[in-house]
């Protein structure tokens, strides 16, 4: 009688096995899955996070910038002549097609104009139009508008991560 029922057993304890194992493998998997998604999430949350600020720290550049020229007024549009970026900066136009990146030394840089260590491959552009005051979604001419829009764009190893708008009055 026990000898017909000792393969069963051991069969039934075999499968038994069987599938215990491929139930701690399947969680297993399931753990590192979802280990491997949250890492990769905080990557791309830093890194939009960090974007975020190199922006920001253009904004907070430009705060205490007149929108013209303090020598030569409205006459022109972009960096004056003689002027160099970003130690002669002293108007907002001056910032149009600006860019401050690492692969030059340039940037990218902070609020009081100091370029930030240890941001490999990071780069900031600037752009500086005027718009419509009644519709600021259309681009004018440069200088022929009294309403500025000031758009910084941060990227990181070339692809963008980051971006802000604003409006200042000219
Ligand atoms: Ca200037
Ligand atoms: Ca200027």
């Known amino acids: 009688m026990n000898r017909t029922k000792t393969p069963t057993r051991r069969g039934f304890w075999l499968v038994e096995s069987a599938v215990a194992i491929a139930v701690?493998?399947?969680?297993i998997v399931a753990v590192a899955g979802s280990q491997q998604s949250w890492h990769q999430q905080q990557v791309i949350s830093d890194e939009l996070a960090t974007g975020m600020r190199l922006a920001k720290e253009i904004r907070e550049m430009t705060l205490i910038l007149p929108s013209s020229d303090p020598v030569t007024g409205t006459g022109v549009w972009g960096v004056e002549?003689?002027?160099?970026?970003?130690?002669?900066l002293d108007d907002l136009d001056d910032l149009d097609g600006a860019v401050f990146?690492?692969?030059d030394g340039s940037g990218p840089i902070d609020a009081t104009r100091?370029?930030?260590v240890g941001m490999d491959d990071w780069e900031q552009q600037v752009s500086v139009e005027c718009v419509d005051p009644f519709d600021i979604t259309l681009t004018v001419p440069d200088g022929t508008s009294?309403?500025?829009?000031?758009?910084?764009?941060?990227l990181h190893d070339g692809d963008e991560i980051a971006r802000?708008?604003?409006?200042?009055?000219?």
């Open 24 to 27: 701690i493998g399947i969680g």
């Open 81 to 88: 002549g003689g002027e160099s970026m970003p130690v002669d």
């Open 101 to 103: 990146s690492d692969s």
């Open 114 to 116: 100091t370029v930030i």
């Open 146 to 154: 009294d309403t500025i829009k000031i758009e910084v764009i941060t």
């Open 164 to 170: 802000l708008v604003w409006i200042a009055p000219r």
